[in-house]
């Protein structure tokens, strides 16, 4: 399948259970998690139509954020829109940070592209699109500009280091990205904790 060839790396992929704050974000890392929402049920059934086999487990995740500060604050596409936040906000479940191989300079254009997103909305024509491709099987690729998945928005922010996406970066889902950059589950029997805390976006 196109869009997975392993192109891309990570510096390391630390699993965090409930309680265990990442130490030490950079700008330019992200973090996948596992919700257990509707909605979030629903992209892993999707994500499963397409990755099979020894690439199942990478369906564990369905969400994704990028790291914009070594203070922790995080930019995330929700339903909401795409939002400023803090990895904070994420204490009271299961997360997997994958820190990833960039320059300073590099990391920085990620994270100025990530916060220019905050505020735009939540590309709902994208995931209408990635369904049609799952369910069909054909290449569909639409959307709007200026509206976001939370996979896309990290894809599209990564794109400012030295990330590669053969497919088009804001129709990239968790588990390609959890894929490229080598993100396994973290160990059977880890504790999921509750699902994260949706408050209002987080002030600069």
């Known amino acids: 399948m196109s869009g997975e060839t392993g192109q891309n790396h990570a ?120 369904a049609i491709s799952l369910l069909t099987g054909a290449k569909f690729s639409f959307g709007f500009n200026g509206q976001l998945i939370c996979s896309g928005l990290v894809a599209r922010a990564l794109e400012r280091t030295t990330a590669i996406f053969e497919d088009e970066p804001s129709h990239i889902m968790p588990a390609q990205l959890a894929k490229l950059y080598g993100a396994t589950p973290p160990p059977p029997g880890t504790p999921k904790g509750t699902p994260a805390k949706r408050v209002r976006p987080q002030a600069r």
């Not at 259970?17 to 979030?40: K, N, Q, V, W, Y």
């Not at 487990?57 to 930019?75: D, E, R």
Request: glycine share 10%.
């Open 11 to 130: 510096r390391a992929v630390d699993h965090h259970g409930p309680g265990e704050r990442m130490a030490d974000p950079e700008p330019g890392d992200f973090i996948l998690t596992h919700g257990a929402e509707l909605f979030s049920q629903l992209i892993r059934f999707g994500q499963q139509l397409r990755f099979r086999g020894a690439d199942r487990p990478y369906t564990y995740w369905n969400h994704a954020a990028l790291v914009v500060t070594s203070g922790g604050a995080i930019v995330e596409a929700l339903g909401s829109g795409v939002e400023r936040r803090s990895l904070s906000d994420y204490d009271p479940t299961q997360y997997t940070v994958v820190r990833i191989t960039a320059s300073a300079e590099d990391r920085a254009e990620a994270a100025v592209f990530a916060e220019r997103c905050v505020g735009a909305r939540y590309g709902w024509a994208t995931i209408v699109s990635i």
